[in-house]
């Protein structure tokens, strides 16, 4: 749990936790064209190349995928965020790791039967001592990690990235937050207890 | 607003230095009392609601998902952005760039000075708690044998603090506790189901520790008592500025006021370098001014001066105002000026999963928490005695996880996403705000470096001792043993790094006393040795105690106004 909480920050760009805990919503978002779909057609991607572009679209909407509730991964083009996230926001430093972890991504990615097999591997949770271990090696900086572990570093960094983007960038999209989860913009009156079945889903805000 | 322009007067009755939350005090008290004042400020303009750009936006609305690039982060924000939340794009333009407005910090010391030049100050971008001090917290430095004494007890603000609160609105619940007293409160906002649990299961199983709504300065009741400002809608945006005005901040509520007197003439861009002494009088004269566009100077003359430019801002002026009489920096006889620095020490307590409550909800972004007064080393109360001194209070709230929960969870696929679209378990947390004592070598200096405008740059050396490192081993354990006592669930303590001034609770470098030889400002908050001088920020503070301290610069700053005017009539000043 500890190696996904840190990474949660660091793939938002964010070295320090918020001051009051239960106050304010740690709400992050990303902008994505979803309501021009042609442009989904003609967008080209400036950090990743047209194959990783292709493969994390891949990828992420395997983990978030269409329903008969609500839309999935490659339906709003988000890969355009995750783009746009590290190509502008990242430091040098960090796109550098992304993008070594993003060969990993695509070594394992090769060399699985199909998508749901590499999911299945990589995108579920580990046993206790194989979760303590990552964990161990993810609080590392670059420079403290032994050539052996190198190769695996980078993939974890990349893949917690991949995923908090990923996550981030859907929930708080413009679609999903006002039609499928509960967008109350003005919430005028403040109600503390009140039964769940009067709201439905989670808050969008 | 009534803006200085090139037909305003160079003379005043009153000049106060500063908009924040003790300068727009001192405004609208000085105009209300009908002197004719002038108020600088360094920042830019801000005026109300029109200058809210951000306030009605959503996540999707902000440029790269309303966050900053990390390569300007670290040019731009390396101070302000330890806090983890304030260099948000949302709000970044409400506090200051470290590049264009440097300090220094001792080696192997840190101080977190975190600034918002602009008019209205940091009361844009306050954490808006209000509470009073008690009779203890001014009695304590007497008892302790800690520094020096409090010149005033709680007597002498109390009917200042019905003053202040009537006029702020504070939404709250009486309680009649001896450490923090009851007040004029509106509505209390309500509480979550599990807070409500968390209170009935205090007030049964602890004889100190109890639980009630933070006491946030938010219009909640009878808004019509508040002229222009409405009720609070539970946005929870508000340091982006409220565009309702729900929310107590000189924009919204003191400058406003002033300006409806006819007597204020505002001065955005004025940077005050130095206030202007004469040694025949034994009075200040003025104010001298830089405008920090132009660079050009101006000197203001006035009766009295309010200095109200933040702790380590009016501390600075009143070092850079040397004179043949105080070459140490004005009424700086003590040698404490820019001493005793201090804050309130946090990010430390603990947070826990609690079973059950799945049918519950609630509504609304409830721009406040639940508050544990303080329970420790309580006069009288022997079994609330530690191996330290002084106490702390708990700042925390219980909420449902959404769809971020699904970063720390692996998974993926169908249902995996459907069940991050429905509200999470209940997830409670707290983080403890401890009392520093007051050091005399938790300091700051200024140094020979100059800024853009040719001031010297501030340095600091600050650290927290023995009684604040037990302190917060306790506020750990205490955070830990309240939950557990509750039945929560993965009941986890945690410690995260704190720095002097991250609390943004600075204080205490021109503080009050009886005795000039010890301090800097009476007990009126004026200047022993210069009386038309009044300091009334959090400078002026003699220790520190564990509430917010906002309230009490109010009612300082209301009292010390009443009484210069008083003394101006008299022909005192």
């Avoid at chain 1, 502008?88 to 394992?108: P, R």
């Avoid at chain 2, 009088?281 to 001298?288: D, F, K, L, P, Y």
């Avoid at chain 2, 309580?378 to 002084?390: A, E």
């Avoid at chain 2, 970063?407 to 378990?425: I, R």
Wanted: proline share 4%; charged share 30%.
């Amino acid at each position: 749990m500890k190696r996904r909480t840190a990474l949660k920050n660091l793939s938002l760009g964010i070295g320090y936790t918020m001051t009051y805990a239960g106050m304010a919503a740690f709400v992050t978002s990303c902008k994505a064209d979803n309501t021009i779909k042609e442009v989904a057609t003609s967008w080209k991607p400036s950090f990743l190349d047209e194959a990783q572009s292709s493969m994390l679209t891949d990828i992420l909407d395997a983990f978030l995928p269409t329903t008969k509730s609500s839309p999935g991964f490659k339906d709003l083009n988000l890969i355009q965020v995750l783009d746009n996230v590290v190509n502008k926001l990242y430091k040098k430093e960090d796109q550098e790791i992304f993008s070594a972890g993003l060969a990993e991504v695509a070594t394992k990615f090769g060399a699985s039967k199909d998508l749901k097999t590499f999911m299945e591997t990589h995108m579920t949770k580990k046993p206790k001592a194989e979760e303590a271990r990552l964990d161990k090696l993810l609080d590392l900086k670059k420079e403290e990690v032994a050539e052996a572990d190198l190769k695996e570093y980078h993939f974890q960094k990349a893949m917690n990235s991949i995923r908090g983007i990923g996550i981030s960038s859907y929930f708080s999209n413009e679609t999903i937050a006002t039609e499928h989860l509960n967008y109350d913009p003005i919430p005028g009156k403040y109600i503390g207890c009140m039964p769940v079945s009067e709201v439905g889903n989670s808050w969008a805000l | 607003m009534a803006l200085f322009n090139e037909k305003s007067p160079l003379e005043y009755d009153a000049i106060v230095i500063g908009t924040g939350i003790s300068g727009g005090w001192a405004a609208k008290e000085l105009c209300e009392k009908g002197l004719k004042t002038l108020v600088l400020e360094r920042g830019r303009n801000v005026t109300h609601i029109a200058d809210y750009k951000t306030a009605a936006m959503d996540p999707w609305d902000l440029e790269n998902g309303g966050r900053l690039a990390e390569e300007e982060l670290e040019k731009d924000y390396p101070k302000q952005r330890r806090t983890g939340y304030t260099t948000r794009p949302e709000w970044v333009h409400n506090f200051v760039k470290d590049s264009e407005h440097p300090y220094e910090e001792e080696e192997g010391t840190r101080f977190d000075w975190i600034r918002g030049y602009q008019v209205g100050g940091r009361s844009l971008v306050w954490g808006r708690q209000s509470y009073r001090w008690s009779e203890m917290d001014f009695e304590a430095n007497a008892k302790d044998g800690v520094a020096i004494d409090w010149p005033i007890r709680y007597k002498d603000v109390a009917s200042w603090y019905d003053y202040v609160e009537s006029f702020v609105g504070i939404s709250g619940m009486n309680e009649g506790l001896k450490q923090l007293p009851d007040g004029k409160f509106l509505a209390p906002m309500d509480f979550t189901c599990v807070e409500t649990d968390l209170r009935k299961q205090m007030k049964s199983k602890w004889k100190h520790r109890m639980l009630t709504i933070g006491r946030t300065a938010h219009i909640t009741s009878e808004p019509e008592k508040f002229g222009k400002r409405g009720e609070c809608q539970h946005r929870n945006r508000c340091m982006r500025g409220c565009p309702y005005g729900a929310y107590f901040s000189s924009n919204s509520s003191t400058l406003p006021a002033a300006e409806a007197t006819g007597n204020m003439t505002l001065r955005p861009d004025a940077i005050a370098t130095e206030i202007v002494y004469d040694e025949k009088t034994q009075r200040a004269t003025g104010v001298r001014i830089i405008d920090s566009k132009t660079k050009e100077t101006f000197e203001f003359k006035a009766k009295i001066i309010f200095c109200n430019a933040s702790t380590v801002g009016s501390t600075s002026i009143l070092m850079q105002s040397k004179s043949k009489r105080f070459p140490n920096g004005l009424g700086n006889d003590s040698g404490e000026l820019g001493h005793n620095m201090m804050d309130h020490h946090f990010q430390v307590g603990a947070s826990a999963d609690v079973d059950g409550y799945e049918d519950k909800y609630y509504k609304g972004r409830r721009p406040n928490g639940f508050y544990i007064p303080r329970f420790r080393n309580l006069p009288g109360h022997k079994d609330s005695k530690k191996d330290f001194i002084r106490g702390y209070g708990y700042q925390g709230g219980a909420s449902r996880e959404n769809w971020q929960r699904g970063v720390a969870e692996m998974g993926y696929g169908q249902k995996f996403k459907d069940d991050l679209f429905k509200p999470g378990p209940w997830r409670i947390g707290m983080n403890g705000f401890g009392e520093i004592l007051p050091y005399h070598d938790n300091k700051m200096e200024l140094t020979d470096q100059k800024d853009d405008w040719g001031l010297p740059l501030v340095k600091f050396y600050t650290t927290l001792r023995d009684n604040e490192m037990k302190m917060r081993e306790d506020m750990k354990d205490a955070a830990v043993e309240i939950f557990e006592a509750a039945g929560y669930k993965n009941v986890k303590p945690f410690e995260r790094s704190y720095g002097i001034g991250l609390g943004i609770h600075e204080m205490g470098t021109a503080r009050m006393g009886k005795d000039p030889k010890t301090s800097v400002l009476n007990k009126w908050n004026q200047i022993h040795t210069v009386k038309n001088v009044f300091v009334t920020d959090g400078s002026c503070m003699t220790s520190a105690a564990c509430q917010n301290p906002s309230l009490t610069y109010m009612a300082l700053t209301a009292r010390a106004a009443n009484f210069a005017v008083e003394e101006l009539k008299k022909g005192n000043l």
